[in-house]
């Protein structure tokens, strides 16, 4: 069955978001980096640090450039193993199977790609009456734990190998020796 949803434009949610005061300043104030061993955010961790642009450099970069960059969490909890009820009425379709997770996600994807690859340009924004322009990337995964096993690949608490990329298992549970672990390839990974 088809299961229609609707997505807002990002790029008109995001105009929205830098015409009200205030949020331009904080958005900006938000790249700043901490300094190294003080975390105060999610991004003074050096995943969020470490990531680079499409041009091979730090996309957070402390404000060293003149374009809004923005990190995004991608959310998902839609599943309803149990099939709880509201009002005696299902609020789940249900968990979709591996294979349907890409119609739900393409859009949002195809919605953010344009945004890293090439930018984004605001003809003005508050504190830009000549235009700005920003890139974003979706930076951090928060789900659920059925949501985060489909969506990054991660394997259940029951299955015998236990790690999305490696091939160790259950029984090699206490190997701690990392160069003796066999790395899945990326064809094998998918």
Request: proline letters at 5%; glycine letters at 8%; hydrophobic letters at 35%.
């Amino acid at each position: 069955p088809v299961y229609p949803y609707v997505i807002q434009d990002f790029n008109a949610f995001l105009g929205g978001l830098l015409i009200r005061p205030g949020i331009e300043k904080a958005m900006d104030h938000g790249t700043m980096l901490n300094e190294k061993y003080q975390m105060w955010d999610i991004k003074d961790g050096t995943v969020i640090q470490e990531i680079l642009g499409p041009d091979g450099k730090l996309f957070m970069d402390g404000l060293k450039r003149q374009d809004l960059r923005l990190a995004w969490s991608l959310s998902v909890d839609w599943f309803n193993p149990h099939g709880n009820k509201t009002s005696g009425k299902k609020k789940s379709v249900g968990e979709p199977a591996l294979d349907d997770i890409n119609h739900f996600l393409r859009p949002v994807v195809d919605t953010f790609l344009p945004s890293w690859k090439d930018r984004t340009w605001f003809t003005r924004t508050l504190q830009h009456t000549k235009g700005r322009c920003s890139r974003s990337v979706i930076a951090v995964m928060i789900n659920d734990l059925p949501a985060t096993r489909k969506l990054a690949g991660c394997v259940g608490p029951t299955a015998n190998q236990m790690c999305r990329i490696c091939w160790q298992t259950k029984s090699q549970i206490a190997n701690f020796n990392y160069d003796t672990w066999k790395r899945c390839t990326c064809e094998e990974h998918r």
